[in-house]
T-cell receptor, first 112, second 116 residues
Framework: DTAVSQTPKYLVTQMGNDKSIKCEQN?????MYWYKQDSKKFLKIMFS???????INETVPNRFSPKSPDKAHLNLHINSLELGDSAVYFC???????????FGQGTRLTVV | DQQVKQNSPSLSVQEGRISILNCDYT??????FLWYKKYPAEGPTFLIS?????DKNEDGRFTVFLNKSAKHLSLHIVPSQPGDSAVYFC???????????????FGQGTRLTINP
């Protein structure tokens, strides 16, 4: 029974397209995140939501728009995809302030 | 500006011996530190953590040491097992009053290989 699940696992698309990645957690956590792992393997936070409210918005291009329809779901929509958007995107959730986050399996996005 | 650094991209250890993974940080405001383990094509999984008020935390074969004055932490795995082969990420965090405002700042990872 997967705690944090994201779909799709792999996504190959052309430049200029719009795509979405979905994330769901069944842990009952209030906080959800999107992290990006770039080609140099750095994992960096993009967004956090707490109870559907945007809390953290790092310096991410506004082509990236997160949406949280409820506290168990956090989706990531990306407009006008660029080659540099190719990366692995991880969804995560946590409950307490001590940051023990649970991660999904990742979505490998390849823009061609 | 990389606030958390893991200077060893890879480490190879014999099965049964001790594995020591190192991590340095620059931000003295960090007050919670975590280690995550990652297998290929999977997300990071939490391994062990330590608060800045402690200098050691142990969980089975895994021990994390924190040296605040040196801004250095290390993860010891003993004895090392083949299943420990993975990429290990060090992460740091500032505790925040606002739920959701805390974020993990990751190092770039160390690939640990345990040789039989």
């Amino acid at each position: 029974d997967t705690a944090v699940s994201q779909t799709p696992k792999y996504l190959v698309t052309q430049m200029g397209n719009d795509k979405s990645i979905k994330c769901e957690q069944n842990l009952g956590h209030d906080t959800m995140y999107w992290y990006k792992q770039d080609s140099k393997k750095f994992l960096k936070i993009m967004f956090s939501y707490n109870n559907k409210e945007l809390i953290i918005n790092e310096t991410v291009p506004n082509r990236f728009s997160p949406k949280s329809p409820d506290k168990a779901h956090l989706n990531l929509h990306i407009n006008s995809l660029e080659l540099g958007d190719s990366a692995v995107y991880f969804c995560a959730s946590s409950q307490i302030r001590t940051g023990k986050a649970f991660f999904g399996q990742g979505t490998r996005l390849t823009v061609v | 500006d990389q606030q958390v650094k893991q200077n060893s991209p890879s480490l190879s250890v014999q099965e049964g011996r001790i594995s020591i993974l190192n991590c340095d940080y620059t931000n003295s405001m960090f007050d919670y530190f975590l280690w995550y383990k990652k297998y290929p094509a999977e997300g990071p999984t939490f391994l062990i953590s330590i608060s800045s008020i402690k200098d050691k935390n142990e969980d089975g074969r895994f021990t994390v040491f924190l040296n605040k004055s040196a801004k250095h932490l290390s993860l010891h795995i003993v004895p090392s097992q083949p299943g420990d082969s993975a990429v290990y990420f060090c992460a740091a965090q500032r505790l925040r009053l606002i739920q959701g405002a805390q974020k993990l700042v990751f190092g770039q990872g160390t690939r640990l290989t345990i040789n039989p």
